[in-house]
Nanobody, 119 residues
Framework: QVQLVESGGGLVQAGGSLRLSCSAS????????MGWFRQALGTEREFVAR????????YYADSVKGRFTISRDNAKNTVYLQMNSLKPEDTAIYYC????????????WGQGTQVTVSS
């Protein structure tokens, strides 16, 4: 059974930083691309960042480029999202997801962690 468990969310002031973690189990982590998405109250879920299976390729939404960094540790089956210079508009539930090499779709999702940025 595949499980993705996010942690590291919380309340932070604008301009602050948080690091989210997503621990994966039940899958061969090193062959999956990983992504972070977020959903603010009353809005649709949106893409934040993704990273290739090896970690050699990353891609970001324009809204977070230069502030957020996605990384992974395949030995620990964990993907991270370092978030700096946080803004109130970054407030959302953040989800990690695993993208299968065959499907090229994000097949597995975590339950999310809340990030709240106060002004």
């Amino acid at each position: 059974q595949v499980q993705l468990v996010e942690s590291g969310g919380g309340l932070v002031q604008a301009g602050g930083s948080l690091r989210l973690s997503c621990s994966a189990s039940g899958l061969t982590f090193a062959i999956y691309g990983m992504g972070w998405f977020r959903q603010a109250l009353g809005t649709e879920r949106e893409f934040v960042a993704r990273i290739s299976s090896s970690g050699g390729f990353t891609y970001y939404a324009d809204s977070v480029k230069g502030r957020f960094t996605i990384s992974r540790d395949n030995a620990k089956n964990t993907v991270y999202l370092q978030m700096n210079s946080l803004k109130p508009e970054d407030t959302a539930i953040y989800y990690c997801a695993a993208r299968g090499a065959m499907t090229m779709k994000f097949d597995y999702w975590g339950q999310g962690t809340q990030v709240t940025v106060s002004s």
